[in-house]
T-cell receptor, first 114, second 113 residues
Framework: GENVEQHPSTLSVQEGDSAVIKCTYS??????FPWYKQELGKRPQLIIDIRSNVGEKKDQRIAVTLNKTAKHFSLHITETQPEDSAVYFCAASNSGGGADGLTFGKGTHLIIQP | NAGVTQTPKFRVLKTGQSMTLLCAQDMNHEYMYWYRQDPGMGLRLIHYSVGEGTTAKGEVPDGYNVSRLKKQNFLLGLESAAPSQTSVYFC????????????FGQGTRLTVV
């Protein structure tokens, strides 16, 4: 089955700086890569996703890049703000089959220092 | 529109007791999932269902059973709870369309003593 590795486990950045979180996956059949944000005590919520037919997607201050050859994808947050502090999870699935759920990375605790 | 709702939100069980967690969604989603979340482990899939009357095992199914008698409900059962099942449980659902967003419930914090 799929295996998703996520790094780093903790990331501390100064407010206003950029943050980058990286994930690798093992199953070359995976073609859907969402990122979820989870605030303390809350449910995971989708912030951005990318499909294998594109290499990059951007939504305001967040962007995701995908390198299918190397089997890795990254989340980029620019101009970080205090409300960006949370745990971020990457995930992968074979959306062609799709039903059997997402495989998640172990999460990155992002800390925004004032 | 409530989305995905889990019942209960918190529960403490004694070892060996049984309980059922209920997940209800009002979005007419075909696919439903149960995950558990443990510190430093991310979310791991327990069981899932692609439609009413169907269920399948995920990554960590041992010690759990599920049922999907109605399309909107997905039940997770623990027949004989163990301390290793102390966790936060999340239900999720989505439509059948490939790559569709999965929506999560608010979570159930279960402690087995």
């Amino acid at each position: 089955g799929e295996n998703v590795e996520q790094h780093p486990s903790t990331l501390s950045v100064q407010e206003g700086d950029s943050a980058v979180i990286k994930c690798t996956y093992s199953d070359s059949a995976s073609n859907y890569f969402p990122w979820y944000k989870q605030e303390l005590g809350k449910r995971p919520q989708l912030i951005i996703d990318i499909r294998s037919n594109v290499g990059e997607k951007k939504d305001q201050r967040i962007a995701v890049t995908l390198n299918k050859t190397a089997k890795h994808f990254s989340l980029h947050i620019t101009e970080t703000q205090p409300e960006d502090s949370a745990v971020y999870f990457c995930a992968a699935s074979n959306s062609g089959g799709g039903a059997d759920g997402l495989t998640f990375g172990k999460g990155t605790h992002l800390i925004i220092q004032p | 529109n409530a989305g995905v709702t889990q019942t209960p939100k918190f529960r403490v069980l004694k070892t060996g007791q049984s309980m059922t967690l209920l997940c209800a969604q009002d979005m007419n989603h075909e696919y439903m999932y149960w995950y558990r979340q443990d510190p430093g482990m991310g979310l791991r899939l327990i069981h899932y269902s692609v439609g009413e009357g169907t269920t399948a095992k995920g990554e960590v199914p041992d010690g759990y059973n599920v049922s999907r008698l109605k399309k909107q409900n997905f039940l997770l059962g623990l027949e004989s709870a163990a301390p290793s099942q102390t966790s936060v449980y999340f239900c999720a659902s989505r439509i059948y369309h490939p790559g569709a967003e999965a929506f999560f419930g608010q979570g159930t914090r279960l402690t087995v003593v």
